[in-house]
């Protein structure tokens, strides 16, 4: 996803005719970062590669009895559950601050020459708020994939896993714009979080709270059903 920020910094550098900027207003450095964050969830990259991984991670290990080694080491089935679900969280944390430094890099080699669009500078202190909660809301729902994903691959095969996973983000595009179905789906609330001028904490709270709902539930059942897998 990185060559993303590189083919865009790049474009804008060479002033390639490709690469239109429509903007009225010119970008500083982390107003142009949550935005390449933004495009990378539209298009879904990072969406695909957390839940494609972490279904590899529980579902594959169990189809291939690899999983089997950790058995013997550690008796509670829930206690492998919950440490591949970290490990994989943590792995995600990584990956998105070396996107977020790299991005940022980009920006000062390429990006900060074309005075014309941007400007020299790292953070506006106006948009203090909305920054942080864009990267903490983000952060948040690429950490909940990583649960749905576990959930899945707790009940399915890693083929069927993936193909559930892929159908549930395509039909997430489409309830959230349906009446009274959208205020029960986080990426209604979390793109109004991402493209609201002014903070609406109302949103905010909810978009948390369904996140927490959801966590809960599907962790619970995720843990029941891979108590109950046979991996020997």
Not at 127 to 141: A, K, N, P
Not at 145 to 162: D, V
């Amino acid at each position: 996803m990185i060559l993303i920020p590189i083919f865009y910094t790049v474009g804008m550098y060479l002033n390639a005719s490709f690469i239109q900027y429509t903007r009225e207003t010119k970008m500083y450095c982390m107003d142009f970062v949550n935005g390449m964050y933004m495009f990378v969830y539209y298009v879904s990259i990072f969406t695909f590669f957390i839940m494609f991984s972490s279904i590899q991670s529980l579902r594959g290990e169990v189809e291939n009895k690899s999983i089997k080694l950790y058995i013997p080491r550690c008796q509670s089935r829930s206690k492998i559950y919950i440490a591949k679900n970290i490990s994989l969280s943590l792995m995600f944390i990584i990956i998105t601050i070396i996107f977020y430094i790299i991005t940022i890099i980009l920006d000062y080699l390429f990006l900060i020459h074309r005075t014309d669009i941007a400007l020299n500078v790292f953070w506006k202190s106006q948009d203090t708020e909305s920054i942080i909660f864009f990267i903490i809301s983000m952060l948040f729902y690429y950490l909940f994939l990583i649960q749905f994903a576990f959930f899945l691959s707790s009940f399915f095969n890693p083929l069927m896993s993936s193909i559930l996973a892929l159908i549930t983000t395509i039909l997430t595009f489409y309830l959230k714009v349906i009446s009274y179905i959208q205020t029960l789906v986080l990426t209604y609330y979390l793109e109004k979080i991402m493209n609201s001028i002014k903070i609406q904490y109302n949103d905010i709270f909810l978009y948390f709270l369904l996140i927490l709902i959801y966590g809960i539930i599907f962790n619970l059942l995720g843990i029941k059903k891979f108590k109950k897998l046979d991996v020997i």
